[in-house]
C-alpha cells in the first residue's frame, strides 16, 4: 500500500473548520524555523491580538499558534512533545528584536486520530494536568507547561461539528463521510473547495473500498463527491491525455500534434498540452 501523506488533508481541515475566522487569522503550512531544514507542521497567527476564536479548536489560539500534525502510524509520545516544545522555544528566539515574541503569547497544539494513553499517563506522573476541554480537545497545564498547549484526538471529536477532521482516519466512517459532504457542499468561501479537496483526497486514499461502495449505492453522494473533487479528476485526466500523447510519441515515432490528432483532443485543448510536454 503506498504510502499516505496525511498532512495536506490535516492542514485544510484544521482551516476549514476555522474559515469563519480568516479575518482574524493567517495561515502558513510547513513554516521554516530558520535557514536550515527545520519545520513545523503548521502556523497560525491571530492578525489582531485581542480577537476572540470561536471555533473549539482555535478557543486557546494567542498570536504564534504551532501545530504538530500525527497521521496514522505517526507516534506521539514524550520526546515528540519536546521535540515540538524545542521548536516553539527556537520559534520565540527568532524576532526580529529581543523577546518581541512572548513566550505567553504561544500556543502549541498537537493533533491525531487516537488518544496518546501512555504520554498522558506521562504527564500525569510528571505533574501535568491534563483536562478535556471540549470533546476530544484536551489541555495541558501546570507549572511544567512553558507554553499553552493542547491535543486534539480527531476520534473523540463531536461529529456533527468536526466530520472533515474525523474522516481522516484509516477507518473512516460512513456517518461521518456523508456528513462531511453534506456540510461541505453549503462551503464556498474562498479556499474552502482547495482545503475540501485536500481533506477528500487523503480519506479517499485511505478508505478506498468505502467510498466505492458509497458511490455505488448512492448515486447522489457519488454525484456530490464527484463535484467537490472535479478539479481533482480534471487533473488526472489531464495526466492521463498527457500519457498517452507521450506513449504514441514514443511507440507510433508522431510528432506531438500528430498524437493529439489521433487522440481527437481538441484543437482548442492543443497548445495547453503542448506547453505542458515541454515543460516536463
Known amino acids: 500500500m503506498d504510502r499516505i501523506h496525511w498532512h495536506p488533508g490535516y492542514y485544510g481541515g484544521v482551516e476549514c ?5 480568516k479575518a482574524r487569522l493567517s495561515f502558513e503550512t510547513e513554516h521554516q524555523l530558520s535557514k536550515e531544514p527545520l ?3 503548521m502556523l497560525i497567527i491571530k492578525k489582531k491580538p485581542g480577537a476572540a476564536i470561536k471555533s473549539e479548536i482555535g478557543r486557546i489560539f494567542k498570536g504564534h499558534n ?8 505517526d507516534s506521539l509520545n514524550i520526546d515528540v512533545y519536546y521535540k515540538v516544545l524545542g521548536y516553539a522555544a527556537i520559534y520565540k528566539s527568532l524576532g526580529e528584536s529581543v523577546d518581541e515574541i512572548h513566550d505567553d503569547d504561544i500556543t502549541i497544539s498537537f493533533i491525531r486520530e487516537t488518544f496518546p494513553q501512555k504520554l498522558f499517563k506521562m504527564f500525569r506522573q510528571r505533574g501535568v494536568e491534563v483536562t478535556e476541554k471540549f470533546p476530544g480537545i484536551y489541555y495541558l497545564s501546570g507549572p ?11 476520534k473523540q471529536l463531536d461529529g456533527e461539528k468536526f466530520p472533515g477532521l474525523k474522516i481522516l482516519s484509516e477507518n473512516a466512517s460512513e456517518e461521518d463521510i456523508r456528513k462531511f459532504i453534506e456540510q461541505a ?6 479556499g474552502d473547495l482547495r482545503n475540501i479537496d485536500a481533506m477528500l483526497q487523503v480519506s479517499v486514499s485511505a478508505n478506498k ?3 466505492e461502495d458509497i458511490k455505488r449505492r448512492d448515486k447522489d453522494m457519488c454525484q456530490a463527491m464527484k463535484e467537490l473533487m472535479k478539479e481533482e ?8 491525455k498527457l500519457i498517452d500523447i507521450k506513449k504514441m510519441m514514443k511507440n507510433l515515432k508522431l510528432s506531438a ?4 490528432k489521433a487522440l481527437e483532443i481538441p484543437a482548442a485543448d492543443q497548445r495547453r498540452y503542448s506547453a505542458m510536454l515541454k515543460a516536463k
Open 17 to 21: 473548520y476555522l474559515t469563519g475566522e
Open 39 to 41: 519545520r513545523i507542521d
Open 66 to 73: 504551532l501545530f504538530e500534525v500525527k497521521g496514522a502510524g
Open 144 to 154: 511544567n507547561v512553558i507554553f499553552d498547549t493542547q491535543v486534539i484526538v480527531t
Open 185 to 190: 457542499q453549503k462551503m464556498r468561501k474562498p
Open 209 to 211: 473500498e468505502l467510498y
Open 233 to 240: 479528476i480534471a487533473e488526472e485526466i489531464e495526466n492521463e
Open 257 to 260: 500534434k500528430e498524437a493529439m
